[in-house]
């Protein structure tokens, strides 16, 4: 099934004698990962050629000079899980596209992309984020200048 999609109802029938007076029942439901959600242990340290293009980026009302379309950046708590990262990854329908560590092999941010996202459907989906234990912040990508590379800045120390 496509995510945030539902399946037929199906009809449960339940046959006792009549002397039951009542039934008691649980269902559990379990489910794999598309492998289009898979997340990475830690953020890659790569981004996408476009980034450089200015083709790639919209204003959408984020001045001076915009945004990437269709991604945030993404940082985790440290105590975020490999489990949390994924299903925060799953909620928005989003995919890795890369990401800025913070020196090679440590945490950093991770570039997700959603889908058609425009700057409301990704501020959206960064407000819904960063509603989460897990996530230490989302946010839309600024550009501080044409044809550059998005700058983010690292966390606070604690």
């Not at 009549?18 to 489910?31: D, K, L």
């Not at 899980?81 to 799953?90: P, W």
Request: aromatic share 10%.
């Amino acid at each position: 099934m496509a995510p945030g999609a539902y399946s037929v109802y199906r009809t449960w029938n339940v046959h006792v004698p009549n002397t039951v007076t009542e039934v008691t029942m649980g269902v559990a439901i379990s489910t794999d990962f598309p492998a289009e959600q898979n997340v990475p242990p830690l953020p890659p340290d790569s981004r996408p050629a476009w980034f450089a293009h200015d083709s790639g980026w919209m204003n959408g009302g984020c001045a001076p000079n915009g945004f990437p379309k269709n991604v945030i950046a993404v940082l985790f708590e440290d105590s975020a899980s490999y489990s949390d990262k994924q299903l925060t990854v799953a909620l928005v329908n989003g995919t890795v596209l890369g990401g800025l560590p913070y020196r090679p092999g440590e945490d950093g941010y991770y570039y997700i992309r959603i889908d058609d996202g425009t700057g409301s459907q990704l501020r959206a989906a960064a407000s819904e984020l960063n509603a989460l234990p897990q996530v230490y912040g989302a946010a839309l990508i600024p550009r501080s200048r044409p044809s550059r590379a998005p700058s983010v800045h690292t966390r606070p120390a604690a």
